[in-house]
């Protein structure tokens, strides 16, 4: 079969799919066409960042001419201006297993975007880096929405697949993580109980002990490795018998 792609190649082809995919989606309707040109900005000037944009600049300058105006525009018009903006002056990543889209513009046209995000119900992060304005999002669910709405569908679908096995990977590894922590606890808690019923027996006091503890002594001696829950099948008693009754040997043994 065909060798396996390194996943930062993998996603970089990803990545490059879904801004192939939108530079293709070529609007059908006047209205759209103007308010994606005027999204490309320079780029739709003979200044586009890669031979993609630069193809799409030349089909659309040949659409009618005009000016955007965003406040009155539809939604559709909104997100061909945004599917612009984003082909000319956006990015994004998927490496190191983190999603992360940002827009790289002058300050002013930086908070102009933002506040128009905002209103298209897609909130994102304002900040200066270097004397540029930077406009960022970094929740997988907000990209997705953004990029459905731009018009990506095929190669969303693999984002989309890439962000769910991730988001299980996590769940999988803070499930691990958990319960290895809770198997430290019980073999540290093991080996702590099994050192004061060897003090309490050595110094003669477990067995002024009632028979239950005795019992429950007896049985962890035996099975460093059990559960509270096995201890209590083996001494015939409730979990929370056998608890109480380690519990109240600890406390004997600080006396």
């Not at 996943?7 to 994606?36: F, K, T």
């Not at 320079?42 to 001419?65: E, K, T």
Request: net charge positive.
């Amino acid at each position: 079969g065909a060798p396996e792609l390194a996943p930062d190649r993998a996603a970089r082809d990803l990545v490059e799919a879904i801004r192939a995919e939108l530079a293709a989606a070529e609007p059908v309707r006047p209205c759209c066409r103007l308010a994606e040109r005027a999204g490309l900005g320079v780029a739709a000037d003979g200044r586009a960042p890669n031979a993609a944009v630069a193809r799409l600049a030349v089909r659309l300058n040949q659409g009618p001419r005009g000016t955007f105006e965003w406040g009155s525009a539809a939604d559709h018009c909104r997100f061909a201006y945004l599917r612009g903006r984003f082909l000319a002056c956006g990015s994004l990543s998927l490496a190191g297993g983190r999603t992360h889209l940002e827009f790289v513009l002058d300050p002013t046209a930086a908070t102009e975007l933002a506040a128009r995000l905002a209103e298209a119900g897609l909130p994102a992060a304002l900040r200066l880096r270097r004397g540029s304005g930077v406009v960022t999002w970094k929740s997988g669910a907000t990209i997705t929405r953004f990029l459905q709405a731009c018009g990506a569908s095929a190669s969303l679908l693999e984002l989309e697949a890439r962000l769910v096995a991730r988001s299980l990977h996590g769940e999988l590894n803070r499930a691990l993580n958990a319960e290895t922590a809770n198997l430290a606890r019980a073999v540290a808690a093991a080996a702590r109980q099994v050192g004061v019923i060897e003090q309490l027996a050595a110094e003669g006091r477990l067995d002024r002990e009632p028979a239950r503890v005795r019992a429950v002594a007896r049985a962890r001696l035996d099975a460093p490795e059990a559960t509270l829950t096995d201890l209590a099948t083996s001494v015939g008693t409730s979990r929370s018998a056998v608890q109480r009754s380690l519990e109240r040997l600890e406390r004997l043994a600080m006396r």
